[in-house]
């Protein structure tokens, strides 16, 4: 399905596949909608959620540095590893089970200096973007294995253009970066090359970083001086924000409007969520890894409710991490 990271040049990389079976989630409170903007959530209530399975899975040609951003239904998991910093490029690949070394397999936009694949369909079919070697950014989409990049055409002097997210009819979503800096979200038809703006009312710096197969859109926006959620489904907007947080990222949506992404709570740590039953009776669940309290993200969701993302461990290195519902 769907996924995505945040509008900057990530890095990833990995280290050897472990698994850890632990719960973690939860938390209580009510839903906060933007007060700065017209625009509620239709719920405002969170849950206690269930328990996980966690497992480490990153790949050892960089064993500092991985990142998982995108899941489909069959587990295939799209990412990344390298830090970015010198000697650690961004690399693409994709991976699927028994996630081993052996089952990863190198993708990489053509002559490109640095490259993340952030987002996979359930036809295997892939989306990113890439980074040349002067530090521009384009997005791409790996189509039936044919490469496509993007640059969006409103601001063609732009140095930043990203896909984040990508469903089964090849409409992704994404944003560009303009040149007063402010980012506008996006999607885009890979078969017409057509962007059409997602404008968040009231909001600004809008990324738009996931998109399901129905064509409804979750990403994030400034208002106020704090990070909102949203979610667009038929042309309506639903914001939200972790309660008690100033700073929520969505960046994955499933068929069922089920959003995940990443909170920062009042201490500045960053927690996982997932963002379930968002236009009825929304409940919230926090996520953290075991091995990485508070440092976790979550990037993707497929429609079983198996979820991708990456946390930092210990030793300081950023692992790959898989989970599913117990």
Known sequence: MTNSRSATVYSSLAVAVAMTTTLLAGCA???????SSPLTPSAR?????????????NNNTDPTFNQLLGINDAQKISGYYGSGAAGHPNKGYTVVSPFQQGNFTAEDFPGSAQTQVTCIDNRGNTGGFWVNANGVNRGFIAW??????????????STVTQI???NNSGIAAGFYTNKNGVNHGFTLNQGTGVFTPVVVPGGTNVTASAINDNGDVAGFYESGGSTFGFLERKKKFTTFSFPGSTNTTPFGVNDSDAVVGAYVDGNGQTHGFLLTELLTNAKFTSIDDPNGVGTTTINGINNTLDMVGFYVDTAGNTDGMLITPR
């Open 29 to 35: 409170g009510s839903m906060t909608p933007n007060a």
């Open 144 to 157: 039936n294995g044919v490469f496509t990049s993007y640059t969006h055409t409103g601001t063609p002097n």
């Open 45 to 57: 209530h969170a849950s206690r959620g269930n328990d996980f399975n966690f497992q480490t899975i």
């Open 164 to 166: 984040l997210g990508l």
